[in-house]
């Protein structure tokens, strides 16, 4: 008799979903949502062969080798850049995102971010809120239009196409982008979408969309050089990661009027926002929520759990997870 596989969720979850892994393994959760140290992950980690992550633990070498037994590390998440991907392929460890699921979800919300941003939303609402709108004026708030205008997206996967098309088809955009490989042509006349190289994207564009995967390449892709190639009337939204933009460097660019205003959803170590972002009224900030639809939510986490169900041989796709980043290991 094989004695029952064991499995942590490291964060909390819709406790429904989590309850679908207890069909088929002995499950250590975390309903408390305590955040744990890497040396706390590590520990609760012991004895366990399967993962549900979200995004945020960092699942690197040192904690591969103090866990010999891991064989499944399953994200709750598209990115999964807090993964060393090299580091679990070499020890033959399964690793699954959620892409598609989140993919119109997260495109509403960087559209709405955008569009916040662009018509001064937050900001006029902090105002009447501060009890400061005594009386109406012609120029209040005034900001850049969105429809009509051109908008610029860097990274060009299933998410920034879905913003292309929401700019182009339903609100008369001008789309351009800018992407490590341009998409072929039947995929940009879908999105109404033209390839530009970055300093282009960066000249024109009025509304300019981060939605590139964080990697040691895309590190500071928008810094302080990039922030003043832009126009002073366009606006910045990052949806991506942390990282991918220079916080510091865009306060500043915010503060100096380099740029009309910003839309944040990711930050540099985050939770923490860094202290001038939160001092400059003309950026709107949320904390990580672009993908936070209930059906999406949901989604992502049973997608998490159909992947560690299969990654760990059982289920009905035992062997064949639905969405491995690293699928070379599932040949061996
Ligand atoms: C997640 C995300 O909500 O999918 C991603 O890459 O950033 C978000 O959708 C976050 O990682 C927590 O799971």
């Given at each position: ?56 633990e ?7 080798a ?28 399964v ?5 598609d ?128 190639q ?49 001092t400059?009224?003309?950026?709107v ?35 064949r ?12």
């Amino acid at each position: 008799e094989t004695a029952v596989q064991k499995v942590l969720v490291a964060r909390a979850a819709f406790p429904d979903i989590v309850d679908r892994l207890r069909a088929h393994f002995e499950v250590q959760d975390n309903p408390d949502d305590e955040v744990w140290s890497p040396e706390g992950l590590r520990n609760a980690l012991q004895g366990k062969v399967g993962l549900v992550a979200t995004g945020s633990e960092r699942i690197d070498e040192a904690l591969l080798a103090a866990n010999p037994q891991l064989k499944a590390v399953c994200n709750m998440a598209v990115g999964y850049n807090n993964i060393d991907v090299a580091a679990c392929t070499a020890r033959g460890i399964v690793v699954t995102n959620t892409p598609d699921v989140l993919t119109e979800t997260t495109a509403d919300f960087g559209f709405a971010l955008m569009m916040a941003a662009a018509r001064r939303i937050a900001e006029s609402e902090h105002y009447l809120r501060a009890g400061k709108w005594t009386k109406w004026r012609y120029d209040m708030f005034v900001g850049p239009d969105v429809h009509g205008a051109t908008l610029g997206i860097l990274g060009m996967g299933r998410i920034g196409q879905a913003i292309a098309r929401r700019g182009a088809h339903g609100f008369g955009m001008k789309v351009i982008y800018h992407n490590r490989s341009r998409l072929p042509e039947t995929t940009e006349a879908r999105c109404g979408a033209r390839y530009v190289d970055k300093a282009t994207l960066l000249r024109e564009a009025d509304h300019l969309v981060i939605v590139v995967p964080y990697s040691p390449s895309s590190h500071h892709a928008i810094g302080a050089v990039e922030l003043a190639q832009m126009k002073r009337t366009a606006t910045l939204t990052n949806i991506a990661r942390g990282g991918v933009v220079d916080d510091a460097a865009l306060a500043q660019a915010l503060r100096d009027g380099l740029i009309a205003a910003a839309g944040l959803d990711v930050f540099e170590g985050e939770p923490q926002v860094h202290p001038h972002l939160l001092t400059v009224p003309n950026v709107v900030l949320t904390p990580h929520i672009a993908s936070a639809s209930v059906a999406t939510r949901r989604a992502m986490a049973n997608l998490a759990v159909d992947n560690l169900i299969a990654a760990l041989g059982c289920g009905p796709d035992a062997g064949r997870p639905p969405t491995p980043v690293n699928p070379e290991v599932l040949k061996r």
